[in-house]
């Protein structure tokens, strides 16, 4: 099955604050997926319902084919995170390990499997040498990498990422968006960003999210005008979505 996610006319609101309306998308296999849009948009909305975390209140939403509180096992989420706020008192390699959770709640849980994939992970993002460093001590990127480790260690089918990058720096952010391509090789991925810059080489989709939302293909994105997603910030490309 090809389909990893799929939306049909699915709405959701907090209360009486309609945030989603009529959402109708699909995701497939090998897909690397950009979610854009205004502060307030609905983005994170959207992967909390992908994930489960909340319910959709019309249409269908379907997970992997399934109800998506059914999947969380096969999905990497990196959450959207401030670095200003970060103080965990634990070891980088704690916070990677934290990802495998889950799926080794029968075995022991420092055993040799569980070493392997995560010594794997920290590799991956270049972290090995960081593995002993408390997270609360790294810069921003290295936040950024340790809780991207975190979200594939499991070496989930579909990876989540909200704003990954938002407080690093461009030579970080490239870093990581050549790692996700990298990535993308065995994982369906979604990321939400507010910088496109970087995003257009590597994605193959574009949603934009204000309350409704617009796929793109990533290829008839043009660097135009976007100002009417955005109420007139720029950001650095343009396309046709008008949302
Ligand atoms: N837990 C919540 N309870 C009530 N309202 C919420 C909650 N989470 C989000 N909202 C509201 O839902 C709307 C969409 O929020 P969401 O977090 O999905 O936006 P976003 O596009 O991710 O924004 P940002 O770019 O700032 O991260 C906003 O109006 C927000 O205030
Ligand atoms: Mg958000």
């Not at 989603?20 to 497939?28: A, G, R, V, Y």
């Not at 569980?114 to 290295?142: H, N, P, Q, T, Y």
């Not at 796929?215 to 343009?238: E, H, P, R, S, W």
Request: aromatic share 8%.
């Amino acid at each position: 099955m090809n389909e990893v996610i799929s939306f049909q006319g699915v709405n959701f609101s907090y209360g009486k604050n309609k945030v989603l309306e009529d959402i109708t998308f699909s995701i497939e296999k090998g897909d690397f997926a950009a979610i854009i849009g205004p502060n307030g948009g609905g983005k994170t909305t959207i992967l909390k319902l992908i994930l489960g975390l909340i319910h959709k209140e019309h249409g269908t939403l379907k997970v992997f084919g399934q109800d998506p509180a059914k999947n969380n096992l096969k999905i990497g989420y990196v959450p959207q995170f401030s670095v200003h706020d970060s103080s965990f008192p634990i070891e980088v390699e704690q916070v990677v390990m934290s990802g495998l959770l889950n799926s080794f709640s029968f075995g022991p849980f420092y055993n040799k499997e569980i070493k392997e994939k995560v010594k794997d992970a920290l590799a991956k993002l270049g972290l090995s040498d960081r593995a002993k460093d408390r997270f609360g001590s790294l810069s921003g990127g290295l936040k950024q990498r340790t809780l991207i480790a975190r979200a594939i260690v499991s070496q989930p089918q579909l990876l989540l990422l909200d704003e990954p990058v938002s407080s690093v720096d461009s030579s970080v952010e490239k870093d990581v968006f050549e790692m996700l391509n990298e990535f993308n090789k065995t994982m369906t991925i979604v990321i939400v960003s507010h910088d496109i810059g970087f995003i257009s080489g590597f994605v193959n989709k574009l949603a934009c999210v204000n309350r409704t939302l617009v796929m793109n293909d990533a290829k008839n994105v043009t660097f135009n005008d976007i100002d009417a997603l955005y109420k007139g910030n720029k950001v650095g490309i343009n396309h046709k979505c008008g949302i």
